[in-house]
T-cell receptor, first 112, second 109 residues
């Protein structure tokens, strides 16, 4: 079945370490997104990509990095520069820029 | 600035009807989405409105008034599995989604 796969589901990190969250989709979608979700707040866009080898910063890109070397993959790296990285991270994809979003199951990152 | 407002929490009884409101102020409008999110899980798409009026899909309906910057999600014949957060999101003139904080719906027997 087609869908979006995020891994790992749970991740613990020590302060000062970088960590990479994986996101793979087999829906043949052009657009992919990374969101961060914190309690009591709406989803906030970190980065998005509408085509391979191109991506744009969202509202809260500082301390994060991405790559889009393949259409199916859009990994997110949470760097040590991110001041408050503990959060629930959601990857999503859509057929076009105005389409319905399909989400992965999410990755919960906890910094110890 | 851009803003989406929804109630933080609502409680309803199994078998009843509940209406979840969403008001928005955004730079342009290219549609409004409702998503359902169970605790600890990913959001799933419920509905999309771009024209004024009511869209019905089974037990769920969504209404839009663009002139009032207002939408609601109507859930009928509530079931325990409807206990979840309901997220309202508006697509602005740049095709960026602006998200509300979500409404946590608690269903009681």
């Amino acid at each position: 079945d087609g869908g979006i796969t995020q891994s790992p589901k749970y991740l613990f990190r020590k302060e000062g370490q970088n960590v990479t969250l994986s996101c793979e989709q087999n829906l043949n979608h052009d657009a992919m997104y990374w969101y961060r979700q914190d309690p009591g707040q709406g989803l906030r866009l970190i980065y998005y990509s509408q085509i391979v080898n191109d991506f744009q910063k969202g509202d809260i890109a500082e301390g994060y990095s991405v790559s889009r070397e393949k259409k199916e993959s859009f990994p997110l790296t949470v760097t040590s520069a991110q001041k408050n990285p503990t959060a629930f991270y959601l990857c999503a994809s859509s057929m076009g820029e105005a389409g319905e979003l399909f989400f992965g199951e999410g990755s919960r990152l906890t910094v110890l | 600035g851009q803003n989406i407002d929804q109630p933080t929490e609502m409680t309803a009884t199994e078998g009843a009807i509940v209406q979840i409101n969403c008001t928005y102020q955004t730079s342009g409008f290219n549609g409004l989405f409702w998503y359902q999110q169970h605790a600890g899980e990913a959001p799933t798409f419920l509905s999309y409105n771009v024209l004024d009026g009511l869209e019905e899909k089974g037990r769920f309906s969504s209404f839009l008034s663009r002139s009032k910057g207002y939408s609601y999600l109507l859930l009928k014949e509530l079931q325990m599995k409807d206990s979840a957060s309901y997220l309202c999101a508006v697509m602005d003139s740049n095709y960026q989604l602006i998200w509300g904080a979500g409404t946590k719906l608690i269903i009681k027997p």
